[in-house]
């Protein structure tokens, strides 16, 4: 139920895994321009777990099987009649979207004039030309856009607990790296499936020629084209005594995870192979770098939108169909992309740099607060010392956040500024801040891993052989988010972590 005073606002959430990864820059979107709101999504069980603990949301209702028929209908009206929501934004476009705003008394109800509902509505969206030409990321915003709401351009970020990123690191911890997964399920339709046997050919090539390992994901749908998967990759290997139990080479994971534990499971790969489905979604959502096969579908609609991503698709005439299944029986969109193809794309995404990673101030300079002034700039002793890191095959790279942005307390060429002297005066390579508030609850603000994410695809870096250099914890908590090493340096904010690899003196 509602705060007493605080706007209220319903977000009718859509029905698939990978439209839900879609929608999430314009639920971040819809909080900026309503900050003080109170946001609930309603959505269905399946695809709840993609929001669970995004910062957007206030609250989820589970469309359930209990609000099934007209009763069931009339029955959740009732329950969200009890927030008193002022407005709801409907990104889902079927009618029943509208009808049960309608029916829950909602005063305002936005949403794309489609499936015959413009009378439910009272800000109608034309779906119009320019909206169906648009990747389905700006297709929410859109939405927003043309309903009165401030948007801009972010990429879609789910949000893990570093217990979950711990814990799948845990799962995966016996594989050889690289690891490399794959999905080879796409439950749209079999239009969308690249063949098994090909996805096996990848696999092998992945042990033999990489040295690395494999896992494959999937629902309990597709726990048997894991194992058709499995056994092509590497003979025997599901019988209970092949392979090294130290060191094994395949595992599958099909049937085995909850969606959260799937979306930690992906975080954690080096790179994702895959079709055109959720997942797809998720890898680019948490930072993995993928190779996607498109066949029947359009990437310029639903493609990946990661820093470091790689869309394998021929052409044929008769694609993009949008089918489920192929109607000529054959699937040569899917047919003509050969496993060289896309291992080809697997060894051009695989990462062999390494980083040390900084973190500014009260480690490389004097921590003065909102730092605003040249005056109070004050580097640390030693920091060109740093560059012999450099003679070991590091590259320097500094992290920071900067909210004073945000608040208005320092001018961002300032920031930039104080960046470029430690790469034109010390050899750091690059410089990464985020500018956020930190009631953005953004991707790049640490101890989230989004700045640690862009520099790692734009250097090519392993963060898993990589430093986190620091003087507070959360620089430790980002380390650990990403399998790099963390060290606490005691020159500013914080005298011990957890998190940290060692602490160092001042």
């Known amino acids: 139920m509602t705060d007493k005073g605080r706007d209220a606002i319903l977000v009718r959430g859509v029905n698939w895994i990978g439209d839900a990864v879609m929608t999430l820059p314009a639920m971040r979107a819809l909080r900026r321009a309503n900050p003080d709101s109170k946001i609930v999504l309603l959505v269905k069980p399946w695809v709840s777990p993609i929001f669970e603990k995004d910062p957007n949301i206030d609250e989820m209702i589970i469309y359930s099987d209990d609000h099934k028929g007209i009763r069931g209908r009339l029955r959740l009206?009732?329950?969200?009649?009890?927030?008193?929501?002022?407005?709801?934004?409907?990104?889902?476009?079927?009618?029943?979207?509208?009808?049960?705003?309608?029916?829950?008394?909602?005063?305002?109800?936005?949403?794309?004039?489609?499936?015959?509902?413009?009378?439910?509505?009272?800000?109608?969206?034309?779906?119009?030309?320019?909206?169906?030409?648009?990747?389905?990321?700006?297709?929410?915003?859109?939405?927003?856009?043309?309903?009165?709401?401030?948007?801009?351009?972010?990429?879609?970020?789910?949000?893990?607990?570093?217990?979950?990123?711990?814990?799948?690191?845990?799962?995966?911890?016996?594989?050889?790296?690289?690891?490399?997964?794959?999905?080879?399920?796409?439950?749209?339709?079999?239009?969308?499936?690249?063949?098994?046997?090909?996805?096996?050919?990848?696999?092998?090539?992945?042990?033999?020629?990489?040295?690395?390992?494999?896992?494959?994901?999937?629902?309990?749908?597709?726990?048997?084209?894991?194992?058709?998967?499995?056994?092509?990759?590497?003979?025997?290997?599901?019988?209970?005594?092949?392979?090294?139990?130290?060191t094994p080479r395949v595992m599958t994971m099909a049937g085995r995870t909850t969606l959260r534990e799937l979306v930690a499971l992906i975080s954690e790969v080096d790179v994702l192979v895959t079709n055109d489905s959720g997942p797809m979604h998720i890898g680019y959502a948490v930072g993995t770098p993928l190779v996607a096969v498109f066949g029947s579908t359009s990437p310029e609609l639903t493609g990946p939108v990661g820093y470091c991503d790689i869309v394998i698709r021929k052409e044929v005439d008769c694609a993009p169909c949008f089918e489920r299944t192929c109607r000529k029986g054959e699937v040569q969109c899917m047919d003509l992309v050969t496993p060289a193809d896309v291992f080809d794309a697997v060894k051009r995404l695989k990462r062999s740099g390494k980083a040390v990673f900084f973190d500014r101030d009260g480690t490389l300079c004097r921590d003065a607060g909102y730092l605003s002034r040249m005056e109070d700039f004050e580097v640390i002793?030693?920091?060109?010392?740093?560059?012999?890191?450099?003679?070991?095959?590091?590259?320097?790279?500094?992290?920071?956040?900067?909210?004073?942005?945000?608040?208005?307390?320092?001018?961002?060429?300032?920031?930039?500024?104080?960046?470029?002297?430690?790469?034109?005066?010390?050899?750091?390579?690059?410089?990464?801040?985020?500018?956020?508030?930190?009631?953005?609850?953004?991707?790049?603000?640490?101890?989230?891993?989004?700045?640690?994410?862009?520099?790692?695809?734009?250097?090519?870096?392993?963060?898993?052989?990589?430093?986190?250099?620091?003087?507070?914890?959360?620089?430790?908590?980002?380390?650990?988010?990403?399998?790099?090493?963390?060290?606490?340096?005691?020159?500013?904010?914080?005298?011990?972590?957890?998190?940290?690899?060692?602490?160092?003196?001042?």
């Open 77 to 246: 009206a009732g329950e969200l009649r009890t927030y008193g929501f002022r407005r709801a934004v409907l990104f889902q476009n079927a009618i029943d979207a509208a009808l049960i705003a309608f029916l829950a008394g909602i005063p305002e109800r936005i949403g794309y004039s489609r499936d015959a509902r413009r009378a439910l509505l009272t800000k109608a969206v034309p779906f119009d030309k320019y909206a169906g030409s648009l990747h389905h990321i700006r297709y929410y915003l859109n939405l927003l856009d043309k309903a009165g709401f401030a948007v801009g351009d972010s990429r879609p970020w789910i949000y893990l607990s570093l217990e979950e990123r711990l814990g799948a690191r845990e799962k995966l911890a016996g594989l050889r790296r690289p690891v490399v997964g794959l999905n080879p399920g796409a439950s749209y339709g079999s239009a969308k499936r690249w063949h098994p046997a090909r996805f096996a050919e990848v696999a092998k090539r992945v042990v033999d020629e990489l040295g690395g390992s494999v896992v494959v994901f999937g629902g309990p749908a597709e726990t048997g084209i894991a194992e058709e998967i499995l056994e092509g990759a590497c003979p025997g290997s599901l019988s209970e005594n092949a392979g090294s139990v130290e």
């Open 381 to 506: 002793h030693d920091v060109e010392s740093l560059n012999s890191l450099k003679r070991q095959g590091y590259l320097l790279i500094g992290i920071t956040n900067q909210s004073g942005i945000a608040r208005g307390m320092m001018k961002e060429g300032f920031v930039k500024e104080v960046n470029d002297i430690f790469v034109k005066k010390y050899g750091f390579d690059s410089f990464y801040y985020c500018p956020h508030h930190p009631d953005e609850k953004c991707s790049c603000r640490k101890p989230e891993p989004g700045l640690l994410v862009r520099a790692g695809h734009d250097f090519g870096i392993n963060l898993r052989k990589s430093f986190v250099v620091g003087d507070k914890d959360l620089d430790m908590q980002l380390a650990r988010a990403v399998g790099a090493k963390g060290i606490l340096v005691l020159t500013g904010e914080d005298n011990a972590s957890p998190h940290a690899e060692q602490n160092e003196g001042r």
